[in-house]
Structures are given as C-alpha cells and as structure tokens.
C-alpha cells in the first residue's frame, strides 16, 4: 500500500537518501510500518520519565578518583576501545551530504550560506518542535549545491590574507596547495572521512582528520583507501590547549564535529570550540551532530547550550535544530525514542565587532 502523504520521504535532487526531518508519523497504528519516524513529538510524562530518568543517573556519581582516570586517560580508553573494534563499530555515515551539502562535491558553500541566511531573516529559526524539520525546508530552497542565480558578493581570497602573522608557513603545511579544506575533529576510523573522499572527486579538496586515539588514526592511515595526496591523518587531542594544528588559522572550509564533542568535558569544549573557531576562513562553516538532551534517558546537549558554545567564538548561526526521531525495530516490534542535535555555524565574512576572539600565537 501506498504511504500516505505525510509518511511522504521527498528525495533529494540527485535522487540519494532522503534527508532526516521527512518521515512523520501521523497515524500511530502505522508506526511499525517503517524503520523510523522524524519529529516525534514527546508527551509530558515522556519528558518527566527522562527527567527522572536523568535525575536518577546523576543520584550515582563516580567517585572523584574515577573520574580524574577517565578524564586523564579518556585517549586510552578509547584505544582500548578501537583495539577491540577495529573498524567494525560505527557504521560510515552516508547521510552527511543530505545533511551538509558543504562536503558534497562543486558546492559553493558561500553561496548556500548566503540564502540560508537570507531565508533565517524572514522567517524564525526552525527546529523540530517548531513546525515542518529543517530537510523540509531545505527542500524548499531555490539553490542547490550545483548552482545557483544568487551570487555573494566576491570577497579577497581568504587564505592568502593574514598569513604574515602565522607560525605555520602558509605554503608549507599539508595540503596548502588545495583550495577547499575540510577537517573533521574526532574522526575515529574514517567512517566519516571516508565516505567524504570516495564521494567528492574536486580535485581542489584536501581532507585532515585527527583523533586523540593513535589506534584511530592508525587505522586511518591503514585503510586502502587512505591516500596521502588528498588525506592527512593526525593524533591530536582537541582538548589540549598546546597542541598546535597542522594548519594556519583562517584555512580552512569546513570544520566537521560527528559525536565528538559529547565526548569530551563540559568544561573544556569552549576553549576546544573557540580554538577550532580561528582555523576558519572567513565564511568557513562548522558542522556538528551529536546526541541531543535526553537521548536514550541522557543528559546530553541542549540547543541554547550549542549556540552558547558557538557563538562565544565568533560564530554565527545558520542551522540550530533538534531532530527527535522513534527508532523501530520492526522484527522485534520495539520502539527507541532518540534525540539527536545538528547545528551549522558560520564564520563571518567580516569580523563582527562584539564578538572578541582572543588571538593567541598558534593555533
Ligand atoms: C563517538 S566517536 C565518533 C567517531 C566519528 N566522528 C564517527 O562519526 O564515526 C567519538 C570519537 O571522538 C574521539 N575523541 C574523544 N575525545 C577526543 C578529544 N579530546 N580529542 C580528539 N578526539 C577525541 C574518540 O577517540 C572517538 O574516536
């Protein structure tokens, strides 16, 4: 039988995956009728029961002793973890250029900013709970990735522009000769990376990707499809405030955060986020999903916290939503509510002047 229209997954132009926020369910009866349905909406006792839920978990703290350990040692914890699951674990994530057309092929990231921007101006900022999901809107837009009428304004190559104050010379770092630049931030074993460079075949493209986990990145570096002309992988902790990037600031496209920032302690991730903010260019955008508050009875992340995070270092908003989907397993007639949040934040093309990004001598 046919779906009905508001079980309707439009696809996309090229005809790929669907985006996420399409697949709503109207008719309960019918929920095991698909894999997942988008937007779910929560009932009051459902949020109390993870509110509890939460309240529960926190009752049970670690002892302080542990949490030092797991703080300290997280890179090996998660060594210990690659070691056992190899590349087996997590699954590519395939829906990334439906979600973030930036890391598709030919796309002129500036461009679609632009009319994500415009588009924020005349009307309120989407989110699951307020209206149609952020894929329905984007079905929408007049532009996509392979073209567009509207142009922004040309703005001075951005890489070339301050390069006199850098430590890293600007035509002797990996990949200075690309002239779009994508580094994705806790990239474990490439499920992300991967996908990207079998996907977009710009030649102008060059991928880092770093992990604290060396067994991570060794993985990477193994992997046949790992190639070091287009690719560069690097153990880095983005929690240390010492360790340089291998890149100069205001270098780079696209900035990718695939659950990681979940991952690392409340109090580090505005530093880690601030730091990450200088490599940018100039209308540069970063790009993150991760898990959302309450997911899976979880204390996760907020979206007013996330703007927070964002816009303290120097970022602007261009895509701030929740995606609260029900997960079913059809063959054993479970149902799994998850939480999931997707920003995309921008550099700005000029400097704004209440934002202050402190300037420090590396990056
Ligand atoms: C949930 S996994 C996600 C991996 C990958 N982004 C993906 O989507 O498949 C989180 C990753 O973040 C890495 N990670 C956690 N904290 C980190 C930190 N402080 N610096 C660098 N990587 C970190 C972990 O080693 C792990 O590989």
Not at 11 to 40: C, I, M, Y
């Amino acid at each position: 039988m046919a779906a009905s229209l508001s079980e309707g997954v439009p696809e996309t132009e090229d005809r790929k995956r669907p985006q996420f926020g399409n697949r709503f369910l109207s008719d309960p009866a019918r929920v095991f009728h698909h894999n997942a349905w988008d937007n779910v909406k929560w009932s009051e006792e459902q949020a109390a029961a993870a509110e509890r839920k939460v309240q529960e978990n926190s009752s049970q703290l670690v002892c302080p002793e542990k949490q030092a350990d797991y703080e300290v040692n997280a890179h090996k914890y998660w060594d210990d973890f690659y070691k056992v699951h190899e590349n087996g674990f997590f699954k590519d994530r395939h829906w990334l250029f439906t979600e973030f057309p930036e890391l598709a092929p030919s796309h002129d990231h500036l461009v679609n900013l632009h009319l994500e921007k415009q588009k924020n101006e005349v009307s309120k900022p989407r989110s699951s709970e307020d209206g149609p999901g952020l894929a329905a809107e984007q079905h929408k837009r007049p532009c996509t990735s392979h073209g567009c009428e509207t142009r922004v304004p040309p703005v001075e190559e951005p890489v070339t522009q301050k390069l006199t104050h850098l430590e890293i010379c600007a035509d002797d770092f990996p990949g200075s000769s690309a002239t779009y630049r994508i580094l994705e931030v806790g990239c474990g074993v490439g499920n992300t990376v991967f996908p990207i460079l079998q996907t977009n075949n710009n030649p102008d493209l060059f991928v880092y990707c770093c992990d604290f986990s060396a067994t991570a990145i060794e993985l990477v570096k193994t992997n046949s499809e790992y190639d070091p002309s287009r690719c560069f992988a690097f153990v880095h902790d983005l929690c240390d405030e010492d360790q340089s990037y291998p890149m100069p600031k205001d270098s780079l496209d696209v900035i990718v955060l695939i659950f990681v920032l979940s991952a690392i302690v409340p109090d580090k991730m505005q530093k880690a986020i601030s730091k990450l903010s200088r490599l940018l260019k100039p209308g540069g955008v970063m790009l993150l999903r991760d898990y959302g508050r309450y997911d899976m009875a979880q204390l996760r992340f907020k979206k007013d916290e996330l703007d927070t995070l964002f816009t303290a270092a120097g970022l602007e908003k261009v895509q701030n939503v929740v995606d609260r989907r029900l997960q079913v397993n059809r063959g054993k007639q479970l149902t799994m509510y998850r939480v999931w949040i997707q920003c995309k934040y921008s550099k700005p093309l000029v400097p704004s002047a209440s934002q202050h990004v402190p300037t420090p001598h590396t990056t």
